[in-house]
């Protein structure tokens, strides 16, 4: 193949298109990810037309809610067949960055602020994609944690961190299920842009994980493509500029850059187009089927954080107050590049009528057109008040972040009015980066988080305030008392395009639960209309698998699904943790009165920290306390369990402390000898031999020198 066809492989034909090459047709890659964003003009160069109406599932932060992973296949095998239908080969999705702070603007298109959580339910989303023959292209690789200044901003993370919070759900998408590509994130890691990162798309993504796919560049993310080529980067899209394709031919003719970089990136993308050659998607799709499926996910991720005075589930006779235009134009998706078309969309208020019997009166409560008095005549004489709270559009949004979680003040305004009339009021939220609470909470006496529901949001509502589902949706973020309890508030989004990610691996709970800091409503939280009890936790070790069963039963009226949260602690550990750390879940549907059990599995591997002094995973020995629980802060049971541990034997230098060296199985009874002839008789026992050995410890062998110990002694004592 000529150089230049080679270079030219590496850049989009198109918006959405790659080149065609060997003989295989170009490829058509589409956002995602909640459904389909098919342009439905394919010269739209800047990719700002309508698209065609597809099905508009809940963002990921609804579907996170599910914590349901069999669910996020189905929907992703749906989104999977209306691309195939469309000719589309590759969805852009699914989005797997870590929610590190509240504001981050792109949140809604995110799972979690947990690595577990994110990566179950990313590999979930892309399995369930590529069983329709449509590849996925897992993204924003990596930390790509901020929007603002996203393609200057550099995220400096220490390798602790990256390795246990920001890769490891993309570790996790890439290992599990194999996606037929990965998008590199804007943003620089360290110093080095992703697009141009080696260490991270090739060593670690290839070298480590074994990625085969091709990498592509997010739209417009590479500014240098010698350097991307030379880093493992495939694809740079939209790659309108040709000029980019001649400074690649130009680098290999002088020598700057090694052709076998070029022939597998060019190899790497004919390797996509093959596969999408030859997959086989169908070719119709059943809308209606997908809108049923799309309530299904909503009404399955709908979350109730309270629930007092027994509001909830509303008699089908209750008279009604709704209050609040988001009840007739919900929120439903966040803005940018994921922003669906929507075949359908539910209206709240519709969808509330269709299952009252009794009078439903309807109040735009925070419209400037409507006076408040009608809201609060209307609420007043009601049964229950239901009012509508949410974010505007543009808050949710790519490109930007938020400055504040408030809600707008004139939403609380009238919830403030109505709930002093109306004891019996429920708050309805839609919002896709999380918002304080902590007056809601007070003020409403039962609180439903709709987050952003898609299509299906008004049918998932009404269902849920009548009881006609029994929510089982789970906080995937804490809802913080205030922005600045935040662990990483005071570094966001950072300065002169530098985000410090000073907070390390104490990333949402993690950051809360270390520093006891009180929360509105914590990860994992979720009510329903039955209870579970939960029985003691037994656990064993199939082979090098934590196994934990616990009998839970239902001990309400209602049938319901529970999920079961195992976090893991280990005191005393030597290094620095969090107090709970989610190692497991399962989602169980339990009928009323009846008792399941749940089963959560978790590989060994899943308990090692990242080891910076060896670069590796490690596992440390001893026990680990076992807590499961029905969130980060409510744990019914715990039960340890004890685990061989494998902590890299560090060499002994001259620079190692005493401790370090007494560690060590080979030098430190030779320290020891030492020692003992050194100290005055009697005191190497009790107290005193203690003490001493306390205030030595930190003192590195080579100075021992400076206290008389001969050169000979120490070089014996370092020998190997
Ligand atoms: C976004 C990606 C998206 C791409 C194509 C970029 O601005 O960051 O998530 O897939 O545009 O629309």
């Avoid at 949706?473 to 913080?480: D, K, M, S, W, Y």
Wanted: with cysteine; aromatic share 6%.
């Amino acid at each position: 193949m000529p150089l230049a066809v080679k270079a030219g492989l590496g850049s989009g034909q198109s918006f959405w298109r790659t080149k065609a090459g060997a003989g295989l047709p170009a490829a058509t890659l589409t956002d995602g990810p909640h459904g389909v964003r098919a342009q439905a003009d394919p010269a739209d160069h800047a990719g700002f037309a309508e698209s065609v109406p597809a099905t508009c599932f809940p963002p990921a932060a609804a579907m996170a809610q599910t914590w349901d992973s069999a669910l996020v296949e189905r929907v992703a095998a749906a989104i999977g067949d209306e691309a195939g239908a469309l000719g589309v080969d590759v969805v852009l999705g699914p989005g797997v960055n870590i929610k590190r702070d509240p504001r981050c603007g792109r949140n809604f298109e995110y799972f979690s602020e947990d690595p577990l959580l994110s990566g179950v339910l990313g590999s979930a989303w892309v399995r369930g994609v590529q069983s329709r023959g449509v590849g996925a292209s897992v993204k924003h690789f990596a930390a790509n944690n901020t929007e603002t200044d996203r393609m200057r901003s550099d995220s400096r993370v220490e390798p602790r961190a990256l390795r246990e919070i920001y890769l490891r759900s993309f570790e996790r998408v890439v290992t599990e299920a194999q996606p037929w590509t990965v998008m590199c994130s804007y943003n620089k890691i360290n110093g080095v842009y992703a697009s141009e990162n080696r260490w991270l798309l090739s060593d670690v993504l290839r070298g480590e994980w074994g990625f085969a796919g091709a990498v592509i560049s997010d739209w417009g993310a590479v500014g240098d493509r010698v350097a991307a080529v030379r880093a493992g980067l495939d694809l740079s899209m939209p790659g309108g500029d040709p000029t980019q394709d001649d400074d690649v031919v130009a680098a290999v003719e002088s020598g700057a850059l090694d052709p076998a970089d070029l022939d597998d990136s060019a190899r790497r993308v004919l390797e996509l187009l093959a596969r999408a050659a030859d997959a086989q998607p169908g070719a119709t799709v059943d809308l209606d089927a997908h809108h049923i499926l799309a309530r299904v996910a909503a009404s399955r991720a709908v979350t109730l954080l309270k629930n007092d005075l027994g509001v909830l589930p509303l008699r089908r006779d209750a008279r009604l107050a709704v209050i609040g235009t988001l009840a007739v134009c919900p929120r439903y998706q966040g803005g940018g590049s994921s922003r669906v078309n929507a075949a359908r969309l539910d209206i709240p208020l519709d969808e509330i009528r269709a299952r009252s019997t009794g009078e439903v009166v309807f109040t735009p409560g925070y419209d400037d057109d409507s006076p408040l008095d009608d809201a609060l005549v209307a609420a007043a004489v009601a049964d229950v008040a239901v009012v509508f709270l949410g974010l505007p559009d543009g808050e949710d949004a790519e490109g930007a972040d938020r400055t504040h979680i408030d809600l707008p003040a004139d939403q609380l305004d009238v919830l403030r009015a109505v709930t002093a009339v109306q004891p019996r009021t429920v708050a309805v939220l839609f919002h896709g980066g999380v918002v304080r609470l902590e007056e809601v909470d007070r003020l409403a006496a039962a609180v439903v988080d709709g987050a952003l529901l898609g299509q299906g949001v008004g049918a998932a509502i009404a269902d849920v305030l009548f009881g006609v589902v029994n929510p089982s949706g789970r906080l995937a973020e804490t809802v913080p008392l205030r922005l600045a309890d935040a662990p990483s508030f005071l570094n966001f989004p950072g300065e002169h395009c530098r985000v410090l990610y000073g907070e390390g691996v104490f990333v949402g709970y993690r950051g809360y639960d270390a520093r006891a800091v009180e929360v509105t409503y914590p990860f994992g939280h979720g009510l329903s209309y039955t209870t579970f009890c939960y029985d003691e936790a037994q656990v064993h070790l199939d082979g090098d698998t934590v196994v934990v069963e616990v009998m839970v039963t239902n001990t309400g009226a209602r049938d319901g699904r529970e999920v079961v949260q195992l976090y893991a602690a280990k005191h005393g550990s030597v290094i620095s943790r969090a107090p709970r750390e989610l190692r497991g879940f399962a989602v169980v549907d339990i009928p009323a009165g009846g008792t399941r059990c749940a089963v959560i599995r978790v590989a060994r591997r899943e308990f090692a920290y990242w080891d910076d002094r060896v670069d590796d995973w490690v596992v440390e020995g001893g026990a680990y306390t076992l807590s499961v629980g029905a969130s980060s802060r409510d744990i019914r049971v715990t039960t340890v369990v004890r685990l061989d541990g494998d902590l890299p034997v560090l060499e002994v230098t001259a620079m190692s402390t005493i401790a370090e060296a007494l560690a060590h199985p080979d030098v430190g009874p030779r320290l020891m000898t030492m020692l003992q002839q050194y100290a005055p008789a009697g005191v190497e026992d009790g107290p005193a031999g203690t003490d001493a050995l306390r205030m030595i410890a930190s003192i590195p062998l080579g100075r021992l020198r400076l206290f008389g110990v001969s050169p000979d002694l120490l070089a014996d004592l370092l020998r190997p």
